[in-house]
T-cell receptor, first 116, second 112 residues
Framework: GAVVSQHPSWVICKSGTSVKIECRSL??????MFWYRQFPKQSLMLMAT?????????EQGVEKDKFLINHASLTLSTLTVTSAHPEDSSFYIC????????????FGPGTRLLVL | DAKTTQPPSMDCAEGRAANLPCNHS???????VYWYRQIHSQGPQYIIH???NNETNEMASLIITEDRKSSTLILPHATLRDTAVYYC?????????????FGKGTTLSVSS
């Protein structure tokens, strides 16, 4: 299967700061990338969908000004949590799909964010 | 996308086959059945998907009933490393840029 990486794998930050998470498709071109969030003992919740070169589409209830998504290339998408607060502490997971892999989504290993 | 129903938890002895059921009675003709799993603190891992024929790969087998209203994921020889949450998801195959939507899944516990 295709490989998706995320960086960093975990991050601790102070309340009010911004944090950027990178998601890379290593061996395929991801025309579409998705960002999910997962709280403890809960399932994955879709936050947004981004197509390369276009603005992201956010799910209802997800603040687009707080969670900035950039998908500038076919192999890289970034999620920036702006002015993070403790309630933003979560497990953030990206996934991609694209040429040669349209039938499935491949997921990154996730980034654990802790906001103090 | 069609809704799925899975048991919240299952146990399996190491070395035995793990059979995970999924009901999707409202599945449409163009919708596929996907299975993913998530090991603790990791991203979901693709396992297998199918339309109506049974499918097998190096990880598992997928058995879909003739009326396509239910399916079973079979891990033929479960190991401790197969302990995870297993998600059954139904979605149209045609690439429309839509994301997989996860339900609560089945927590499979494999013990020695």
């Amino acid at each position: 299967g295709a490989v998706v990486s995320q960086h960093p794998s975990w991050v601790i930050c102070k309340s009010g700061t911004s944090v950027k998470i990178e998601c890379r498709s290593l061996d395929f071109q991801a025309t579409t990338m998705f960002w999910y969030r997962q709280f403890p003992k809960q399932s994955l919740m879709l936050m947004a969908t981004s197509n390369e070169g276009s603005k992201a589409t956010y799910e209802q209830g997800v603040e687009k000004d707080k969670f900035l998504i950039n998908h500038a290339s076919l192999t890289l998408s970034t999620l920036t949590v702006t002015s993070a607060h403790p309630e933003d502490s979560s497990f953030y997971i990206c996934s991609g799909t694209g040429e040669g892999h349209k039938e499935t989504q491949y997921f990154g290993p996730g980034t654990r964010l802790l906001v103090l | 996308d069609a809704k799925t129903t899975q048991p919240p938890s299952m146990d399996c002895a190491e070395g035995r086959a793990a059979n995970l059921p999924c009901n999707h009675s409202t599945i449409s003709g163009n919708e596929y059945v996907y299975w993913y799993r998530q090991i603790h603190s990791q991203g979901p891992q693709y396992i297998i998907h199918g339309l109506k024929n049974n499918e097998t790969n190096e990880m598992a087998s997928l058995i879909i009933t003739e009326d396509r209203k239910s399916s079973t994921l079979i891990l033929p020889h479960a190991t401790l490393r197969d302990t995870a949450v297993y998600y059954c998801i139904v979605r149209a195959l045609l690439f429309s840029g839509t994301a997989l939507i996860f339900g609560k899944g089945t927590t499979l516990s494999v013990s020695s």
